[in-house]
């Protein structure tokens, strides 16, 4: 299925695919971050970017993210984590709001206050 997938692409995504597939574990090399492959970008000039997974099955990380934008010479494979590696996420989701929320009416309190429920809302 992936084979087909693959040869159903563009030319210059194709390329890419045929590099990096979503069962191999990646590493981030400006980050050292362990990632997953999610998707390939085409620019309208021809270049491909890729989108990676990074989460707590393979890192030890303040919340899970997706990273969109990043050049295929920043990724390269890794192997698993160590047994005795610490992993995980430490904020859920709704955590992770909860963070955003505060930082937005700290940041920019000139656009941003707390409603009664703590939510983060744009001044009117």
């Given at each position: 299925?992936w084979?087909k ?11 890419l ?9 990646y ?7 362990r990632c ?9 000039d021809g ?18 993210r997706?990273v ?24 859920c ?5 909860e ?10 309190p ?15």
């Open positions: 299925m084979a997938w693959v040869r159903s692409r563009p030319a210059c995504v194709r390329r695919a045929e590099s990096f597939n979503p069962w191999t574990l590493r981030i090399k400006s980050t050292q971050q997953t492959m999610i998707s390939f970008q085409e620019a309208k270049t491909v970017t890729l989108t990676v997974a990074v989460t707590g099955e393979y890192n030890a990380l303040l919340m899970d997706q969109f934008g990043l050049s295929p010479d920043d990724i390269e494979e890794t192997e698993l984590p160590d047994p005795d590696e610490a992993l995980g996420t430490f904020l989701p709704e955590q992770v709001d963070n955003i929320d505060a930082l937005r009416v700290l940041v920019r000139d656009l941003w206050v707390m409603d009664k429920t703590g939510k983060a809302v744009r001044k009117s």
